[in-house]
């Protein structure tokens, strides 16, 4: 699959690959659920909402291309990168810009803030290794000055916090209307 995406396009990616798992003991799409619903139930804006539900599609992306078997050779599949690319068109920079710095803000709390590698997981622990581990302080000053960085790590903790065992109760197509209206707010302007 290959930009743009239309949202049919986004449904139908997370329903033939979202019962992936990506060693967490969630399937991706029982993660992007929980997350978002996470940002809704913190009364986060909707662009956050909709940021937490797609932040790894492109893990999913991935997946596809390399027939459901995801990356496990060890390096880093930018999945940040590629999501936030196959995005635009489709949603505005505040959907966008959290989504391309969730790894740096992982990266960023490691750094800065006592414990939090420490409560990471283990999947993460190694995905943070293969995306470069901790900030120095250098990079972490400099991250901690770029526009989206407080949405970044918002969306960094509800990642972290979307990893539980006791399923959402939600649907994929229960996040539609916000998307959509999202959507059409970026094609007016």
């Known amino acids: 699959m290959t930009p743009p995406l239309t949202l049919e396009d986004i449904t139908r990616l997370y329903a ?4 992936n798992h990506y060693g967490e003991g969630v399937s991706q799409i029982e993660h992007a659920l929980q997350c978002a619903s996470l940002a809704q139930a913190a009364g986060e ?3 956050l909402v909709v ?6 599609i492109g893990h999913l992306l991935t997946d596809e291309a390399a027939g459901g078997a995801g990356t496990d050779d ?4 930018r999945h ?6 196959v995005l635009k068109g489709l949603f505005g920079e ?4 959290p989504i391309a710095l969730h790894v740096a803000a992982k990266r960023y709390l490691c750094a800065v803030e006592p414990g939090y590698f420490e409560a990471l997981s283990d999947a993460s622990k190694e995905s943070l ?3 470069g581990g901790p900030f120095d302080p250098a990079a972490a000053a400099a991250f901690a000055r770029r526009p989206g960085f407080r949405d970044a790590v918002a969306l960094r903790r509800l990642d972290d916090a979307g990893k539980s065992l006791v399923p959402s109760g939600r649907r994929f197509d229960d996040f539609e209307p916000v ?8 094609a007016e302007r």
């Open 179 to 186: 998307m959509r209206r999202l959507m059409a707010e970026g």
């Open 16 to 19: 033939d690959q979202g019962r």
């Open 94 to 97: 505040a959907v966008r810009r």
């Open 51 to 56: 940021a937490a539900l797609l932040h790894d």
């Open 45 to 47: 804006p909707d662009s």
């Open 74 to 77: 060890g390096t880093d599949d």
């Open 129 to 131: 290794r293969v995306q």
């Open 80 to 85: 940040e990168v590629t999501g936030a690319q």
